[in-house]
């Protein structure tokens, strides 16, 4: 992380989030990352990647937000979406629910990855709350600045864009959306797909069938959530642990 005139972030975003990057919070959140990697501490994701969600999805192209609260904490796995993880990486239990729901609502196959840059690139925004942390600990960079951050990215969205569905699912992602104008976007709201929660009520939603739907009512092509396939080298089983 730099100042505003050499932040790596997308033009886009830029232009709405560059005064951020001037704010008190933000410089605190700068002196704590630097003390943390001075102290030897390994931060996920890479630097280059805390801004990865905007990369792939500039702010013109969101049609659908869907937030997570922290990357993954174990090494190689965040890049800088939220759910997804790198290729080789086993896929992780809340994403494994995700894409049963995927198959159940819309028939689509079940991938054998985990990388999800595929929807991004499509213009899902996969929002962490929190865009770092540190390796083995998870919940570690919360409360530093980074929360004060994304808020700020929903309050763009809800204010620049028309017409996105934002799926919500679970209590903080609902609190964190709060602010968003349900009179001009889609907003859906489930149980978070962790094994933990997901059989009260996040299988079954319906959250891809109803995007799906309101987007055909106004007109714009659907999200295809169909995911390509990696080499079978890259692959690994299911079932690794994760936060997400």
């Keep these: 992380m730099t100042d505003a005139r050499g932040i790596q972030l997308e033009p886009s975003w830029l232009a709405f989030l560059k005064d951020e990057f001037e704010q008190p919070y933000m410089r605190n959140l700068r002196e704590f990352l630097r003390a943390e990697k001075q ?10 990647e805390f801004f990865n969600a905007f990369s792939h999805t500039p702010l013109d192209r969101v049609k659908v937000v ?32 995700i894409y049963r729901e995927l198959h159940d609502e819309l028939g689509l196959p079940v991938p054998r990855h985990g990388n999800l840059t595929a929807w991004a690139d499509q213009g899902v925004l996969l929002l962490n709350s929190v865009l770092s942390v540190e390796c083995a600990n998870a919940a570690s960079h919360r409360g530093k600045g980074w929360e004060t951050f994304t808020d700020r990215v929903i309050e763009v969205v809800n204010e620049q864009r028309e017409g996105v569905v934002f799926m919500l699912w679970g209590s903080y992602a609902q609190r964190k959306g709060a602010m968003i104008d349900a009179s001009r976007h889609c907003v859906l709201k489930a149980p978070h797909p962790s094994p933990l929660s997901a059989h009260r009520g996040f299988f079954g939603c319906g959250h891809f069938q109803r995007a799906a739907e309101y987007f055909q009512e106004r007109g714009v092509p659907p999200i295809d959530w169909r995911l390509p396939d990696i080499p079978a080298g890259d692959q690994l089983a299911s079932g690794a642990s994760a936060t997400e």
């Design 39 to 48: 102290a030897g501490k390994r931060i996920f994701p890479r630097g280059d």
């Design 66 to 97: 869907i937030l997570g609260q922290d990357p993954y904490h174990g090494p190689g796995q965040a890049h800088g979406l939220c759910f997804s993880v790198r290729p080789g990486v086993a896929v992780p239990p809340s994403l494994q629910n």
